[in-house]
């Protein structure tokens, strides 16, 4: 990521994640379209393998210490948009900084791009647990800027932290709202059972999130059926009604999604049709926690 004398800028997101990637560290090119990206992983402070494997289990200490978890460093470098100057990347940063909106985006944006490239490594090991990674989950999140020499290695020239925990944009906010706690208890307890449209309405977004409109249209399918099985009278409450009907009366668009996507690619209005009706899904499920209490 150099050219000629003058070393090249680029920006970046960085991301320390507690304990170990399902990916091995080095560098990784992401390529969308147009865009590209350089993913950069490290795995810091690991403890050392143990000298020889124990095959039987040892007695522990009755008060033991943990051991020490490994941090992995993820850079995300926006190495298709260099900076012409150090100037130029600090007005970027500023700009960046002040808005934190945009911080979010960035931050969502990157995150986004690591569990695409996590996904691929699970599906490509033929691991049937995926590891996927949110903002909260990150024990610290900086965007800054640097020359190709610095952030390849995991470095920078500067570059602010942001708070993904306790931050008071919209966003965050939003999300402290939306918190299930009280929901966690009752599912743990035995209080209240999971439908299997939540977790296939889950996947279906997590799957558009990620970008993957043929997945997340064969997820929609079987998540939609589901629902419309397990919701249709939990509720007395007219939107909730309408939300259902509109639905079951589009129903065949779903599955002509999903028949061009057991062939190859969605069209664009096909992407769009699945992303507002998993959005509808979700508006249901959202509703029913909200009502419900």
Not at 139 to 154: F, M, N, P, T, W
Request: with cysteine; net charge negative; aromatic share 4%.
């Amino acid at each position: 990521m150099t050219d000629g004398a003058e070393p090249r800028i680029f920006g970046f997101v960085q991301l320390d994640l507690g304990g170990r990637l399902a990916l091995a560290d080095g560098r990784y090119v992401l390529r969308g379209g147009d865009d590209e990206t350089v993913l950069v992983v490290e795995t810091l402070g690991a403890p050392p393998p143990p000298r020889r494997r124990r095959r039987r289990p040892r007695a522990s200490a009755p008060d033991p210490m943990p051991e020490s978890v490994p941090l992995t460093r993820v850079t995300l470098v926006r190495s298709d948009h260099p900076f012409a100057s150090d100037d130029e990347a600090a007005r970027w940063l500023g700009q960046v900084g002040s808005d934190d909106e945009a911080a979010d985006d960035l931050v969502a944006e990157s995150f986004a791009q690591l569990n695409r490239a996590l996904h691929a490594g699970t599906v490509a090991a033929g691991d049937p647990h995926p590891q996927a990674f949110a903002p909260a989950r990150a024990a610290a999140v900086r965007i800054g800027y640097g020359s190709g020499e610095q952030v390849a290695d995991g470095g920078f020239a500067s570059a602010d932290d942001i708070d993904v925990h306790g931050g008071k944009s919209k966003r965050h906010q939003r999300d402290e709202t939306l918190r299930p706690q009280e929901r966690v208890a009752a599912i743990l307890g035995g209080r209240e059972q999971l439908d299997a449209c939540e977790t296939l309405i889950l996947r279906a977004r997590a799957d558009l999130d990620a970008g993957r409109y043929r997945e997340a249209a064969l997820q929609l399918r079987v998540g939609l059926a589901a629902l419309l099985t397990e919701l249709p009278s939990v509720l007395d409450d007219p939107g909730h009604n309408e939300d259902l009907a509109a639905l079951e009366a589009r129903r065949d668009e779903v599955s002509g999604a999903t028949e061009a996507a057991s062939k190859g690619n969605l069209t664009v209005s096909q992407q769009e049709m699945v992303d507002e009706l998993t959005a509808l899904c979700e508006r249901i499920l959202r509703r029913r926690r909200v009502l419900r209490g």
